[in-house]
Structure formats: structure tokens, C-alpha cells
């Protein structure tokens, strides 16, 4: 089986990250949620699926999964 991170932003300021799993195609969890103080304005997921990078107003943050 493979495991897949996927990372979602909300109005909220809220990063959500949910594993899914390809041998159980039903099952999502919720692995990791985090607000921040700044609005999230894009998300871009690495192909490995262990890095993201987060882009606000001011900053630009990279993050290991």
C-alpha cells in the first residue's frame, strides 16, 4: 500500500494535512492541523509528499510533513 499526504488550506487560517491510504481508498485522516496568524494565500505540495511550502502576505514558510 501507499500512503498519501494531502495539504489543504481554509478561510479559517487553518493547514490541514490528511494522510490517504491507497490500499483502503475509503479512509482520510486528519494527521496535522495548525492555524496560522496570517491568511494562507497558496499551498504547493513537493512530488514526495514529505515537503510544502506555505505563501502569506509576508512571509514564505517551508514545512517538513
Known sequence: FK???IVTSGIDRSIRIWSY??????IIKLEI??????EVL??????SGNYFV?????????YNI
Open 3 to 5: 500512503e498519501i499526504n
Open 21 to 26: 491510504n491507497t490500499s483502503n481508498s475509503d
Open 33 to 38: 492541523c495548525e492555524t496560522t496568524y496570517d
Open 42 to 47: 497558496a499551498l504547493a505540495l513537493h512530488a
Open 54 to 62: 506555505a505563501s502569506f502576505n509576508s512571509k514564505v514558510r517551508f
